[in-house]
Structure formats: C-alpha cells, structure tokens
C-alpha cells in the first residue's frame, strides 16, 4: 500500500510490514489508515507515524455458526474475509465480512450492524454478505450486495437505532463498483446512477 503526496511522491506504508491481503481501506480525521485484510481475516491500522497494529479480528478460521465476538475487543472477534472499511464522522469504523456489517465504537468493542442472514424489510428476503462501503455526506451508509446485485443503505446508522420498521432501504440493482463524496455513485449497466437515501436513484448526465 502506497501514499501519493501533495509534492507527487511515492511512499509506502506500513515501514515495509506485511500488510497481508489488502481488499479495502478508510483513513479517519487523523490519518490512521485502515485496511481490511482479506488473507489473514483482520483489519489492521496503520498509524501516521507508521506503526502497524491489528484493529480488529483475530483470524481465526474457519467460519463457524458460534460466538463471533460482538460485545467484546474487536481484536478478540472473529473477523472472516473482511473486503471493505469505512468511517463515520464520529470516528467509528465499519467493515464488512461473511457476517455482515460490523462496527467497532471509540472503545475497541465490536457490534454486528446488519447480519447477513438478517431477513431483509425492503424485498422479503434474507441479506446476503455485504462487499463495499461507503458514507456520504449525512451519514448514510450504503453497501453492495453482490449476490442479491443490489445497493442498499443504512439510513444513519449512527443515529436511528435500527428496529422493526427498519433502517435498511434497497436504492439500486447491479452494483459493480460503489464510491461516495456528497452521494453515492456507481457505474451501472454503462451509466453512472446517483442515490442519494432514501430517494430512488437518478441518472446522472454525462
């Protein structure tokens, strides 16, 4: 993993550690850079003074049906084949795995957000293990769901606690790559669509 300077150099990360795997990677407000690391089963944090540490996971395998760790230290938790991290404005990081959406609060401990086999309230059917992740400017939180080719978002999950009325709405089908700045935008079926939660999606021009 590398970071491009203003000045256009390039360096590495990390002081030349293994950084296993790399699928996805968030940076919070002071530079911590997160990565998930979908080899080892971990998230890891490389600080601004390069220290390299494990966030959370504690790669173990294989998947099993018990204890996952949520309640507990993010770095007891079992963390299986993390692909994607991203951060809110409070500083909580959010990562993807096969069981869904976790969180880890300011304190290291860890929550599931969305179980992927959570029976869904926006078509009937069961969530599927989330991919990307992406925040956009008031803290909604989309993800793609690769298996169900949708793009559903967490309507501030920071915020409304999620309960039976739901918090989870679909905005989009056929996700094949998720970003945000003040939306979301992905590239769909060769046009570029925008949702912005919960309203339906709208082509953009161009």
């Not at 300077?5 to 850079?33: P, Q």
């Not at 099993?64 to 409070?90: F, L």
């Not at 989330?130 to 909604?140: E, Q, S, T, V, Y």
Request: charged share 25%; aromatic share 6%.
């Amino acid at each position: 993993v590398y970071r491009l300077d203003d000045d256009g150099a390039l360096t590495s990360i990390g002081g030349g550690a293994d950084l296993g795997g790399v699928d996805g990677m968030a940076v919070d407000r002071a530079g911590n850079v997160y990565l998930a690391d979908n080899r080892d089963n971990v998230v890891r944090r490389v600080e601004s003074d390069g220290t390299v540490s494990v966030f959370a996971g504690n790669g173990a395998l294989p998947y099993s049906e018990g204890d996952i760790g949520d309640g507990g230290p993010a770095t007891d938790a079992v963390v299986i084949s993390p692909r994607s991290v991203a951060v809110d404005s409070d500083g909580s990081v959010y990562l993807t795995s096969i069981h869904g959406i976790r969180r880890v609060d300011h304190d290291g401990v860890i929550s599931t957000l969305v179980h992927s086999d959570e029976e869904s309230v926006d078509g009937g059917t069961s969530y599927h293990p989330p991919d990307m992740l992406a925040f956009d400017a008031h803290g909604n939180l989309f993800f793609s769901e690769p298996e169900t080719h949708r793009v559903r978002v967490v309507v501030r999950p920071g915020e409304i606690p999620r309960g039976p009325s739901g918090a989870v709405l679909a905005v989009a089908g056929a996700p094949v790559l998720l970003a945000a700045a003040a939306a979301a935008v992905w590239w769909r079926r060769r046009r570029v669509t925008q949702a912005d939660a919960p309203e339906p999606e709208t082509a953009l021009r161009g």
